[in-house]
């Protein structure tokens, strides 16, 4: 888990928004940005969520994820996920109307980071059907010499 400061602070560095003397990301240049920011990722945790190895329930399904109340929220997804895909999404979602060009690339990166994380999650385990009927191992299959 990972709380939505944390993803804020990526995502200005990412902008080259923050402080250039100290790297403080809580200037009030910023501040426009940092109102907008639990929302703005609450409208992409649900396609982040599938990527996540977290949170599954009993059954192994995944959660669906809460609303971002504020910066202090918790974010119930793996850090993969929180730091290091979710960051590109919320600095194309701030940069969209001020920036167009930058926005597309954060978006494009925040895209393939996604399903680069969705490929790196282990497969499930389900049993097979088998589709070819009753044949088996008789006397009729092709196999048998």
Known sequence: MSQVQRIYDIAIRLM???DHLSGRTDMA???EY???TPDLLSSVLHRARDASREPLDAQGR???CPQVADMEADIPLDERVCLGVLPYALAAL???EEDPGRANFF???FEELLREAQRQLPAP???VEDLYGGIGHT???SWRG
């Open 107 to 109: 978006w494009q990166s």
């Open 29 to 31: 240049e910023n501040r």
């Open 16 to 18: 080259d928004a923050q």
């Open 62 to 64: 995944r959660l669906p």
């Open 139 to 141: 006397q009729f299959g």
């Open 94 to 96: 701030l940069l969209s």
């Open 125 to 127: 385990i389900e049993a």
């Open 34 to 36: 940092r109102l907008r």
